[in-house]
């Protein structure tokens, strides 16, 4: 061991010795950080998914972009008749380069909608979705895409968004994709609404939880503000409505409408303006003229040797009865993704509940972004002091960071409760995350005796988790996509949470008659909500009773099934509305192969898209020449109206690890490896 001064050569070698440390340093904090950033990153562009749609050019090598493939025009037909609505959507692209294209088309539909029929138009061929379960249907869409021959391919990603596939689209050819759908209107107060999603935001996903096949098929960037011109995707629409009875106040939320009244009963509805930005949700709703609303509704379709029934009830408007003893507690979204008007809506909608608080209540606030916490360690009372220490400290909340969700949940449902007290948690969210399932499980799992309602705040809410959500938490969905109407809308929710619901929900069908209901267990009723379910049955025959406990009083109705209104469409809600309840049973992981056998089946029988089965289309004859290359690339969506772009993609990373992780890991292993290089020289 040396142990004398350090001669010259000496501190030479130490100073190399010391670069190459710091040059291994360098590179394994590079590296580790790069990890860190990896598994920090919000997995946004898990569905960086437009629900305008987009064309996506997926390269065959290295997946970088070569051009765009603009949309040219996006139409959509509403044909509602009641509750009923039957939708038809059309895409058109245009390629314009002279080289040959495959595409992925990415676009949202109502989270309740049963997808049953898809075509392809690419050139001067048609192509007709048949429907196979998914793995079959990719197998034969990749032969196709491999011989040159036309193709498409048709997935659910969500159950609010999908994928088509379109291979070998020729040069300078235009491709129209022709989506149809079925699903119901939403009741709710007197008012039925209909909404189109136009736009999803980006989702964020935690760093442990990102499904690498999400990340990779569903990845559109999304244009930066200040470069949308020319590539602003518009969309049209038209609205036929026949509601059955003479109609009375009629609103587009969001969008200018015109208006023509056919008859006291119709309307045709489309944009003022012609096509619109698809930066934010439409929504339509109207009330009925007449005050005294029919309380019941029964629609009915026979296929296939089976009788399809749709029953919508209405109860009468319960009775006030004496203050309920609550528990509530806010939970409110501060994620970078709520920066802009979403804040502000959910600011405004959190002080309007927090003023309708009774002093005898208890009530916390919890608000959450890559962390969570709450303004008071247990409940408190909501005297006034209180609310005024609420107002203000979530008047000092910025929105910045993560969607860490799942924190903000078990801290919610983890609050100390008092047992007497109904229990209710409020939950103020745009929803743009990716793992879903994840948080239904922790619902279903930590709920207990609470009920959770959901308030989407903003342009574009994510439907398919607010609704199941507030479905697993026996609450409701509250939509509020402007400041103006926080008062209305909150203060229609407020009054629910005030109210009595109807308990003990139960339906009985006739003797003699079999019949398969879903949903298998009626939710509990609030005011203003009505029931919905659907049912198979052998044979139409007698009168079903509908009843349920309300207060201190039972009350029942009867609905004759012999007559009903002819509808197309009510067996593939039926099976749509069973499917879901079968996937509610696969994420509780019970019977994984039987259940997904069942809802393979009974989506071949009704030609339904879902997560197990596919529409594919193939041409019979090669289009693409021989040696002619295939080209892709994305094309980039609008972010949602509302939004801050700085605050979604600018503060990286926002997931749950740090950028300043990654920076002390990199410049400890610099250190380390500069240590260890010296002694190692020392000792040698």
């Known amino acids: 061991m040396q142990t004398g001064p350090l001669t010259r050569t000496t501190w030479q070698d130490v100073v190399a010795f010391l670069g190459l440390a710091v040059l291994l340093g360098l590179a394994a904090g590079l590296l580790l950080g790069s990890m860190a950033l990896l598994l920090a990153t919000p997995a946004y562009a898990d569905e960086r998914a437009s629900r305008e749609g987009a064309l996506l050019m997926m390269s065959p090598g290295n997946g970088e972009p070569a051009f765009a493939a603009p949309l040219v025009s996006t139409d959509v037909v509403f044909q509602v008749s009641g509750p009923l609505v039957r939708a038809r959507v059309v895409q058109t692209f245009e390629n314009p380069q002279d080289e040959w294209l495959e595409a992925v088309y990415v676009f949202p539909l109502p989270e309740n909608a049963a997808v049953d029929r898809m075509k392809l138009a690419a050139g001067e061929r048609l192509l007709i979705g048949e429907i196979r379960e998914r793995s079959e249907a990719k197998a034969i869409y990749a032969q196709a895409r491999a011989s ?60 442990g939880a990102r499904p690498v096949s999400d990340a990779a098929r569903i990845t559109p960037p999304v244009l930066k503000p200040g470069r949308e011109e020319g590539r602003t995707n518009g969309v049209s629409i038209r609205v036929e409505l026949d509601a059955g009875m003479p109609l009375g106040h009629l609103d587009s939320a969001y969008h200018p409408v015109a208006v023509e009244a056919p008859s006291p009963s119709r309307r045709i509805v489309t944009l003022a303006g012609g096509a619109v930005r698809a930066d934010q949700d439409f929504e339509l709703s109207w009330r009925l003229s007449n005050a005294a609303l029919p309380r019941a509704a029964w629609f009915v379709e026979k296929k296939d040797g089976r009788h399809y029934g749709l029953l919508m009830v209405v109860p009468p408007p319960l009775e006030r009865g004496p203050p309920l003893s609550r528990e509530v507690l806010f939970v409110l979204d501060t994620s970078g993704s709520m920066a802009g008007a979403s804040i502000r809506q959910a600011r405004e909608a959190l002080a309007v509940a927090l003023a309708r608080l009774r002093p005898e209540d208890r009530f916390n606030v919890i608000e959450f972004n890559s962390t969570a916490q709450s303004l008071f360690a247990v409940p408190r009372e909501a005297s006034e002091r209180n609310r005024r220490a609420a107002v203000r400290w979530v008047s000092s909340l910025e929105a910045r960071g993560g969607t860490e969700m799942a924190a903000a949940l078990r801290l919610a449902l983890a609050q100390v409760s008092d047992s007497e007290r109904l229990r209710q948690v409020v939950f103020l969210t745009d929803g743009a995350v990716g793992n879903e399932d994840e948080l239904f499980r922790i619902i279903r799992a930590q709920l207990g005796s609470a009920r959770l309602f959901t308030v989407g705040i903003g342009s574009a809410p994510n439907g398919h988790f607010m609704t199941k959500a507030a479905h697993l938490g026996a609450g409701t969905f509250t939509f509020i996509g402007r400041v103006s109407e926080v008062g209305e809308r909150m203060g229609a929710l407020l009054a629910k949470l005030e109210s009595p619901v109807m308990r003990d929900v139960q339906v009985r069908w006739p003797r003699g008659v079999h019949a398969e209901v879903w949903p298998a267990r009626i939710p509990d009723l609030y005011a203003g909500e009505p029931l919905v379910v659907t049912a198979a049955l052998d044979k139409l025959d007698g009168a079903l009773a509908i009843s349920g406990d309300r207060a201190a009083e039972r009350w029942s109705t009867v609905v004759p099934i012999v007559q009903g209104t002819r509808a197309s469409g009510v067996g593939a809600l039926w099976a749509r509305e069973k499917v879901a309840s079968l996937m509610d049973v696969l994420r509780r992981g019970v019977a994984e192969a039987e259940t997904r056998a069942e809802i393979v089946a009974l989506a071949m029988s009704h030609r339904l898209v879902t997560k197990y089965t596919s529409f594919v289309a193939v041409d019979a004859s090669p289009a693409r020449p021989q040696g002619a290359d295939l080209l892709s690339t994305p094309v980039p969506t609008l972010l949602p109206a509302g939004w801050d772009y700085a605050k979604v993609f600018g503060e990286l990373p926002q997931g749950a690890t740090e950028s300043r992780l990654s920076l002390l890991l990199g410049i400890s292993c610099l250190l380390l490896a500069a240590l260890a290089a010296f002694w190692t020289r020392r000792r040698a």
Do not use: W
């Open 148 to 207: 040159g021959r036309r193709a498409s391919l048709f997935d659910q990603e969500r159950p609010n968004i999908f994928t088509t596939q379109v291979a070998n689209i020729g040069p300078r050819e235009k491709v129209v994709v022709e989506i149809e759908y079925q699903h119901t209107i939403r009741y709710d107060g007197n008012r039925f609404s209909l909404r189109f999603p136009m736009v999803v935001g980006p989702r964020y996903l935690p760093g």
